[in-house]
């Protein structure tokens, strides 16, 4: 194998040879520098194989035909070859991208990219401090070189700032080296860990003056204003380099002199790290140009990654696969950024619309996005999971808490980024051309960021577990995006179809999970098919809508919390994507990512507590957990978020009303029964019937019962017909809580019931007026009116999905009620109760408003011409209604194995229901749905045909035939009543639905963001308070030590 | 055999509930007039107005949900009587009670209303769109204290069975919810006023608009099958109150005498009060009535 001493050498001599090159010879010396980088990367390339193929450990090279400590020693290993590889790529691939800036700038260019690329190895690759001193001084003096030939307004001055910087930093390491030298007697690390020396006062403070400058080179926050300054001035093929290539080797160096250090440095890194993950994602919420925001993000994830080499000895032999997963997920993802906002060429975040003339391009850049975050299944998403669990074990909580609230706050920065590029205003201006050395590096990040996902996967603990088909299907359905709609929805449906036909042996016997697979599986494939009436290609749509389904299926299907976990995240991350296409959702879609994300972590802190102290991560462990009252509340508050709790409902009613048509039943009637879902899996964990007593599930109850009144309330006074829906599922979903917080065998049947009913019903109802508001093109129930002529099956679908949801005999939503009225009684939640049936009787207004102002009243002059909704829209609605109609006549099919299967199992023996073939009973009262189908059918068909018989010769007469204060109206404008329709009621209790809840929320909001705008005018961008800053911390930093 | 007995009598007792319920409205509007010194209707206008109804021969219709209206409006009646035990204790004349119980009777009152809503509301009449939108925003606050009184005496028999209910309340005067439950029997008579339509929660019924009840829009066999309905609802809601709070019926005369007394209450009291507007009988609804309906639960918890 090729010793990794020539690739230094190779690039040096390289380095020189470039600057004799002239101007006319240029191509000629790029060509040059691209092999001079080639090489060293198929070295490293080689090396890495090697390792990876055997188990030999790291091998040590000696220069200058001596060991140390008459000679330099490098050492090349597993991590070495790889991050040698990790940094000549990224030289390699930015000599490609800078190619036009450099071929301005000349050979010099060129040549200190070599001699960069050359110091980065060093550092990387050597054993020695002094050593390493001295390239990292080479390192900077080429990156300030690069970073003045940039022409950017403040470039010399953030070079100037980033010299002086440099130049404290290095007196701060060469007095530490020194000192150490002098205590040690070496320079090489290895023998200055052998000699286990005693550290006595002098010793701690010369390793002190070390690591301090390796963290300070590090830019940790808040001493780290110089650094944003760089990036921000720097262009960004340099801010790449410096993100990914310099800290990457200074990240490597703190790692190398760790062990040099007294035990008591990996706490330091800890807490300097985590300082700098959490203090610069707060900063950056409130920045808005581009590269300083990624520069806020590269020390924020730069932090982490300091805090987990800190963490080396807690993870033990995970905290291989931790770093890599973490590491290679900033750095893919980050550099990828540098680069693409080098193409989009401003700096101001909105101006990222622009990525929408070049949609895979979006596409690339929201990979990036959800990489940094920690989105499935990219590998930060595994390194995070794996990070928290062994933390966790540790009872690392206050950890844990940073870590997540640090993510927490990136997420706000980074998604209302992804909402300006995918929803942002469209640029005027001419877009740039997307020549292929910008479009080359950019895409091959994102490509290896796929791949880095599956290593990680598969080296994590327990990331076998987890399912990839799904995956694999998606990413097929993306490289397939340039087919028609149609081929695609059938792909689509046909992989739904299988899934379920393959899962059902595994669910048949699980009843509770089989109807929950129903919903999502049947669910699934009834809203595809309302898609067919897309025309063109829908880029983008199908493999996040199928990404949305493979999440809900895939909770359904877990065992382990891991598996639960991506499962849910998947669906988040699909659904965000189905939301924002909306044409007004930005916001709604940030918003709903923000709940989610928040939720998220609260469930993810409560399964890391759950893991603690216990073994494996099956969900089994959920119910032996060390901290029932911590797990329990985290995770019931992280569903809530899902199933938009009143408190945690702000972002449904925006997300679910201005999405797409047929993405409206889908987040609504589907996707929200994922957190239905998770609470089922959380409540089962707390031991059933057991936990009745448990003050958690006592406060869910009312807060059910808050949230469907509240809900149910604010709809009726709602004007947007697909808002009123969205507000009737805060509230119904108000009911399914409540009535699972009974934690009862009959609780959990009305809850089902009511799941099952309210997917039924509202994927319809979403169907139908998504359909109706394809054809009107408004929301605006006022504005439409008498459409009952011209769509008369979408009215239809409509009464049936109202009469189910206000829960009038016979159909089905009124063996909800009775189930309901039998759980309450036996329960004792009187008032809550009593609560909720207000709430029922609420909701028949809104049905009214529905139904009465879009299909009923006066019939407007521009819509006389509309047609019935699209056939593909009327289909599914056909079977949801056959669904309805059959579960209404025969509840008994599906209720009664659900109610064998709960009283059967442990959590739910005592079973007050029994079934005498249709009838169902308990010892308060009795109900048979089929009967009373019966009965009520036979006697409306018999009252029908009487008056069929007493006024056969009705006339049908016109719309304006009719008379009222002294006229016939001829304005249907002015005719049909329907806005602000319940004033009276508004008046009477309509302080109930001002909206406390979104201004206690905004308050939050823009408390947060004060905070970070005031905080960040620390950065003032004057040179001597960097400095200041810097010595500051340094002293700061070593009081608190010593 | 049995299906077909069944059936027959079922119709007889809709026969003689729509019979007493025509009479009885007839009575009580005689009553209304003579307390305001008028002279008043006949005591069979309403047999009058219905045959008239019925009789004319010009019908105009807005269109289909305008027709099923009405329809859906008597079916709510007649299958509030189709499902209530009628007479305690006999056989033939508990009707259909046996495929749901009182839960089944309280959302099965939502059908009729919604198709009414439905069939006024194709007519395009404004006015019929404001009186439904009073009527529903005023019926769910009056929905309130009954919801609150059956939840009371579902405490107190431990049933939901108005069988049940009825038979508990057996043996003697005094064994009546009115007594053993007069909290319950309180809310539940409010709550009743505003079934009623009758003052002070009326103002839906207001002579210009259409409301929940018989609409001007509404005409001829239309107007007569609501008419219809109108007579077999008051006498059965009546019924349902008479089984939940005062001892139901060993037989029709008992039926009679008391479904009489329970409907003049409403007309009792609509004499008496003036009438409220909606924004003020919501409100008004949600008081007393409803702390009327807590402390009749109340006082089983503790």
């Known amino acids: 194998m090729v010793s990794p001493i020539s690739s230094i050498a190779v690039l040096l001599g390289s380095a020189f040879l470039v600057g004799l090159f002239k101007k006319t010879s240029y191509s000629f010396a790029q060509m040059l520098s691209l092999l001079a980088i080639a090489f060293p990367l ?7 194989i090697h390792f990876i193929g055997t188990s030999d450990g790291a091998v040590m090279l000696y220069t200058a035909g001596a060991k140390p400590p008459f000679s330099v020693s490098l050492q090349i290993g597993m991590a070495e070859a790889f991050l ?147 990036y921000e001035a720097a262009h960004p093929g340099v801010g790449a380099l410096i993100s990914g290539g310099t800290a990457t080797a200074s990240l490597y160096v703190l790692y190398k002199i760790l062990p040099m250090g007294a035990d008591y440095w990996s706490d330091v890194l800890i807490w300097v790290g985590l300082i700098s993950f959490l203090g610069s994602n707060i900063l950056g919420i409130s920045q808005k140009n581009a590269n300083r925001l990624l520069g806020y993000s590269s020390i924020g994830q730069i932090g982490l990654l300091v805090a987990v080499i800190g963490f080396s000895d807690q993870l033990g032999s995970h905290f291989e696969a931790i770093f890599f997963s973490l590491f290679i997920s900033h750095f893919l993802a980050k550099v990828g950024l540098f680069w693409l906002s080098g193409w989009v060429g401003k700096t101001e975040l909105t101006a990222w619309s622009i990525l929408r003339t070049k949609p895979w391009l979006l596409l690339v850049f929201g990979i990036f996005l959800f990489t940094l975050i920690g989105f499935p299944p990219f590998p930060s998403f595994f390194g995070k999971w794996q990070l928290i669990v062994d933390l966790a074990s540790e009872h690392g909580f206050n950890w844990i808490v940073i870590i997540l609230a640090g993510s927490l706050f990136e997420g706000i920065y980074l998604f209302r980024w992804l909402g300006y590029a995918i929803k942002g205003e469209k640029s005027t201006e001419n877009k740039p051309l997307l020549d292929w050395q910008t479009a080359l590096p950019i895409g091959l990040f994102a490509l290896l960021i796929i791949g880095a996902g599956y290593v990680s996967n598969q080296w994590m603990p327990n990331g076998q577990s987890i399912n990839l088909i799904p995956v694999f299907f998606i990413l097929a359905l993306f490289v397939l995006d340039f087919l028609p709609a149609w081929i695609k929805n059938t792909i689509s449906i046909a992989g739904l179809v299988v899934y379920g036909y393959l899962l059902y042996p595994e669910l048949s016997d699980d009843t509770l999970r089989l109807v929950f697979a129903v919903i999502f599986l049947g669910g699934g494939i009834l809203t595809l098919i309302a898609g067919y009436s897309v025309k063109g290609k829908r880029a983008g749509f199908f493999p996040f809508a199928l990404m949305m389904f493979a999440g809900l299926i895939g909770l359904v299907e877990a065992d382990n919390l891991l598996q639960f976990f991506f499962a849910w995240e998947l669906m988040t991350l699909g659904s965000y994507v189905l939301i924002i296409r909306g044409k007004r959702s930005m916001l709604h879609a940030y918003n709903y990512m923000l709940f989610s994300l928040g939720g998220a972590y609260l469930i993810f802190m409560g399964m890391a507590m759950a893991t603690a102290g216990q073994s494996g991560i099956s969900l089994e ?75 958690l599930v006592y406060v869910l109850g009312w807060l059910g019962a808050i949230t469907a009144l509240i809900g149910n309330l604010i709809a009726v006074f709602q004007e947007d017909a697909k808002k009123l829906l969205a507000y009737s599922s805060i509230g119904n979903l108000g009911y399914v809580l409540f009535a699972l917080a009974f934690m009862s065998n009959i609780g959990w049947m009305t809850a089902i019931t009511y799941s099952l009913n309210h997917f039924l019903f509202k994927t319809l109802l979403f169907l139908a007026i998504g359909g109706v508001v394809l054809r009107v093109k408004t929301h605006n129930m006022h504005e439409m009116g008498g459409l009952i002529k011209q769509m008369p099956l979408s009215f239809i679908a409509v009464l049936i999905g109202i009469i189910t949801l206000a829960g009038i005999p016979p159909l089905s939503g009124y063996a909800g009620k009775w189930l309901f009225y039998n759980a309450v009684i036996a329960q ?19 049905c009214f408003k529905l139904i009465y102002a879009v299909f009923l009243g006066q019939p407007k002059d521009k819509f006389r011409q509309v047609k019935e909704a699209p056939v593909w829209y009327i289909i599914p609605q056909i079977i949801l209604i056959i669904g309805i109609m059959v579960f209404s006549a025969r509840p008994d099919l599906i209720l009664k194995p659900v109610g064998e299967l709960l009283s059967g199992s442990a959590y739910f023996p005592t079973d007050p229901l029994n079934w005498e073939s249709v009838t169902a009973s308990t010892n308060l009262g009795y109900w048979s749905g089929y009967k009373i189908m019966l009965v009520i059918g036979v006697m409306f068909m018999v009252l029908l045909g009487w008056l069929l018989l007493m006024s056969r010769k009705a006339q049908k007469i016109k719309q304006f035939d009719i008379v009222y204060a002294g006229e016939t109206p001829f304005t249907p404008g002015t005719t049909h009543f329907s806005h602000n329709m319940f004033a009276p009621l508004y008046r009477a209790i309509g302080f109930l639905t001002l909206p406390m809840i979104t201004q206690s929320w905004n308050r939050v909001n823009s408390t947060v963001h004060d905070f970070a705008d005031s905080a960040r005018k620390i950065y003032s961008g004057n040179g001597q308070s960097y400095l200041v800053q810097i010595l500051a911390y340094v002293v700061i930093v070593y009081l608190i030590l010593f | 055999m049995d299906i077909v007995k069944k059936i027959g009598f079922v119709l007889l007792g809709l026969f003689i509930v729509l019979n007493w319920g025509l009479l009885m409205a007839g009575i009580m509007r005689k009553i209304i007039a003579r307390v305001s010194m008028r002279r008043g209707i006949k005591i069979f206008q309403p047999y009058i107005n219905l045959i008239k109804n019925y009789s004319i021969r010009s019908q105009l219709t807005h269109g289909i949900m305008f027709y099923l209206g009405p329809v859906f409006r008597l079916s709510g009646g007649v299958g509030i009587f189709l499902f209530m035990p009628m007479i305690y204790g006999s056989d033939i004349w508990n009707n259909f009670s046996f495929t749901g119980d009182l839960i089944l009777i309280a959302y099965f009152m939502f059908f009729g209303m ?108 239309f107007l007569g099958v609501l008419q219809t309905n109108r007579a077999i609802l008051h006498v059965v809601e009546a019924v349902l109150y008479m089984n939940l709070f005062f001892g139901g019926a060993n037989n029709w005369i008992e039926l009679i005498v008391k479904t009489f007394f329970i409907y003049f209450w409403s007309v009792f009291v609509g004499m008496v009060f003036p009438r409220f507007r909606v924004d003020q009988s919501i409100p008004w609804l949600l008081k007393l009535p409803v702390l009327i309906g807590v402390a009749a639960i109340i006082v089983f918890i503790v």
């Open chain 1, 42 to 48: 198929f070295v490293s390339a080689q090396w890495l």
């Open chain 1, 84 to 230: 040698t590889l990790a940094v000549n790529l990224l030289g390699l691939l930015s000599i490609i991208y800078l190619m036009k800036p450099f071929k301005e700038l000349g050979v010099k260019a060129l040549a200190l990219l070599l001699i960069l690329v050359m110091g980065l190895n060093v550092i990387i690759l050597s054993r020695d401090i002094f050593n390493i001193f001295v390239f990292l001084e080479i390192a900077s003096i080429a990156l300030v070189g690069l970073i003045l030939l940039g022409k950017r307004k403040h470039t010399y001055s953030a070079g100037f700032k980033y010299l002086i910087a440099v130049a404290i930093i290095s007196s701060f390491l060469l007095v530490g080296i020194a000192f150490v030298y002098y205590f040690g007697s070496t320079l090489n690390i290895d023998d200055f860990v052998a000699q286990n020396l005693i550290v006595t006062k002098g010793l701690s403070t010369a390793l002190f003056l070390l690591f301090i400058a390796v963290l300070l080179e590090l830019k940790p926050f808040p001493a780290n204003g110089w650094a944003l300054d760089l």
């Open chain 1, 621 to 695: 462990i959920l119910r032996t957990t060390a901290f029932p009252g911590w797990t329990y509340a985290l995770m019931a508050i992280g569903f809530l978020t899902k199933t938009a709790a009143l408190g945690f409902h702000i972002w449904l009613p925006g997300a679910h009303a201005e999405a797409e048509s047929d993405v409206s039943p889908m987040v609504s009637g589907i996707l929200l029964k994922g957190g239905v879902f998770g609470l089922i899996v959380l409540f089962l964990a707390m031991g059933g019937e057991q936990a009745q007593a448990n003050p």
């Open chain 2, 114 to 221: 919604l198709g009414m809503a439905l069939g006024a509301g194709e007519g395009g009449h404004p006015y019929s769109a404001i009186g439904i939108s009073r009527g529903l925003a005023q019926f769910t606050a009056i929905e309130l204290p009954l919801t609150l009184a059956i939840l009371s005496i579902a405490i107190q028999y431990q049933s939901l069975s108005i069988t049940e209910i009825v038979a508990a309340q057996q043996g003697s005067i005094l064994n009546w919810t009115l007594f053993t439950n007069p909290l319950a029997t309180g809310a539940a008579m409010i709550s009743f006023l505003g079934a009623m339509g009758h003052s002070p929660f009326n103002v839906v019924m207001a002579p210009q608009e259409n409301p929940v009840g018989p609409p001007t829009e509404y005409h001829g066999t």
């Open chain 1, 828 to 846: 004792g939640w009187y008032f809550q109760g009593a609560i909720v049936f207000f709430a029922g009787t609420i909701a028949f207004l809104y």
